[in-house]
């Protein structure tokens, strides 16, 4: 059975960071490209960074000097550091794991709020 389970998200004001965490089971980690995405209300879910399983690592324009994205193999987990926090980074963050042809899977979500 595949989990991946988010943490860290949470209320914080603008120019604030919160640091997300992704834990996953159930999956070969180290094979999978790891991502995060985030969903606001009313919009589409868009991809923030992604880390590929060769080490590659991709941000969206709008996070792209103010978020990172890290992975530890050896245990499972890929983090979202995220400073300068804004208030449109407000969404709901998901954790998603992808590798072609054997499986795409999403966490349950993490809320992050950014306001005054």
């Known amino acids: 059975q595949v989990q991946l389970v988010e943490s860290g998200g949470g209320s914080v004001q603008p120019g604030g960071s919160l640091r997300l965490s992704c834990a996953a089971s159930g999956i070969i980690f180290s094979a999978y490209t790891m991502s995060w995405y985030r969903q606001a209300p009313g919009k589409e879910r868009e991809r923030v960074a992604f880390?590929?399983?060769?080490?590659?690592?991709n941000y969206a324009a709008s996070v792209k000097g103010r978020f990172t994205i890290s992975r530890d193999n050896a245990k499972a987990t890929v983090d979202l550091q995220m400073t300068d926090l804004k208030p449109e980074d407000t969404a709901v963050y998901f954790c998603?794991?992808?590798?072609?042809?054997?499986?795409?899977?999403w966490g349950q979500g993490t809320q992050v709020t950014v306001s005054s």
């Open positions: 998603n794991a992808d590798r072609p042809q054997v499986g795409h899977y």
């Open positions: 880390y590929t399983n060769s080490g590659l690592t």
